[in-house]
């Protein structure tokens, strides 16, 4: 059974969903200087499973380090509700606090070290 899932920014003006094949999912809380700041529950989504519902110019994006990963965040309300993470370049990293209500996922975290990135990205499936 496909589960759809919707998402939004703060103020609504960045909206996606996209499809999981099961409700069961492993959320990753990184400890980087980014995400420690913010809170963000990492949940990985093929980029074939998620859809922008909204203009991608409600958003502005902002690279630092290798440049690897697009941090997008809404232009209104500042919100990061997913972006493009270096360690899964297929892939969109959605926060989990920014999904809708009633979304039914069962969600296991996992600690990933974002301090010593390249020895985390190793251990990553």
């Known amino acids: ?28 809380d990184c400890n980087c200087s980014m995400c420690s700041r913010t809170g963000y529950l990492h949940l990985i989504v093929p980029h074939a499973a998620f ?11 902002y690279r630092f380090g290798t440049g690897a990963a697009e941090h997008l965040f809404c232009t209104t309300c500042g919100m990061k509700a997913y972006y493009q993470p270096r360690s899964h370049p297929d892939a969109w990293s ?26 985390a990205r190793a251990k990553l499936q």
Do not use: Y
């Open 1 to 28: 059974m496909v589960h759809a899932i919707t998402g939004q920014c703060h103020c609504g003006a960045v909206r996606f969903r996209f499809t999981l094949p099961s409700p069961k999912i492993e959320l990753l």
């Open 94 to 119: 959605v926060n989990f606090r920014c999904l809708d209500e009633g979304h039914g996922l069962t969600p296991k975290v996992r600690s990933f070290d974002g301090q010593n990135w390249e020895a």
């Open 51 to 61: 859809e922008l519902l909204t203009q991608r110019e409600a958003m502005s994006s």
